[in-house]
């Protein structure tokens, strides 16, 4: 089944410990991007990688850093957590942009205390 | 910037009527997509549709259909026969063209079906 995955799924965590969302998909995308969500904002770009070893900063980068070593795999790493990076956050992939459908993980729902 | 707006942060319909969530969007693209994603409680992102820019005829995927109105920036869905299971939130979005392939979401319709 061609999908995207995150783990974990769930998250409470305390300020200032390091902490790494996994992101995979099996469907050979070229494209993967984080997404972080509140409530009345929508969803907004964290970091987007257009290859493997290619990446780039989103909307809202600050305080995350994320790495593309294999070409299935787009970790997203919190090396100092704050609580205003309590969030749900979203991968997505795709075979390319512009034209392309984006597909969705499940979501992370990250608290920091 | 590149914006996309959804006025109606909430709506209500009643199942099996007729429903249409509002959008509007600005960018000096030319050639750009739009789509409406479903969020249901499960939180997963779900596409419902998409319309390319340089494409007149409105999308449409089964009770799903855009009104696609370019020169007003305009990009309604309207769902039909409305069922309990379309309850959910619904985000508008563009991509632009950009090669950062950057969704832009607007902040979400949250749409009740009433019994």
């Known amino acids: 089944e061609a999908q995207v995955t995150q783990n974990p799924r769930y998250l409470i965590t305390v300020t200032g410990k390091k902490l790494t969302v996994t992101c995979s998909q099996n469907?050979?995308?070229?494209?993967m991007s984080w997404y972080r969500q509140d409530p009345g904002l929508g969803l907004r770009q964290i970091y987007y990688?257009?290859?493997?070893?290619?990446?780039d900063k989103g909307d809202v980068p600050e305080g995350y850093k994320v790495s593309r070593k294999e070409k299935r795999n787009f970790p997203l790493i919190l090396e100092s957590p704050s609580p205003n990076q309590t969030s749900l956050y979203f991968c997505a992939s795709s075979f390319g942009t512009e034209t392309y459908e984006q597909y969705f993980g499940p979501g992370t729902r990250l608290t920091v205390t | 910037a590149q914006t996309v707006t959804q006025s109606q942060p909430e709506m209500s319909v009643q199942e099996a009527e007729t429903v249409t969530l509002s959008c509007t969007y600005d960018t000096s693209e030319s050639d750009y997509y739009l789509f409406w994603y479903k969020q249901p409680p499960s939180r997963q992102m779900i596409l419902v549709i998409r319309?390319?820019?340089?494409?007149?005829q409105n999308a449409t995927e089964n009770r799903f259909s855009v009104n696609f109105q370019k020169a007003a920036k305009s990009f309604s869905l309207k769902i039909s026969d409305s069922q309990l299971g379309d309850a959910a939130m619904y985000f508008c979005a563009s991509n632009y063209g950009g090669s950062q392939g950057n969704l832009i979401f607007g902040k979400g319709t949250k749409l009740s079906v009433k019994p």
């Open positions: 469907m050979n995308h070229e494209y």
């Open positions: 990688s257009m290859n493997v070893e290619v990446t």
């Open positions: 319309q390319e820019a340089y494409k007149q």
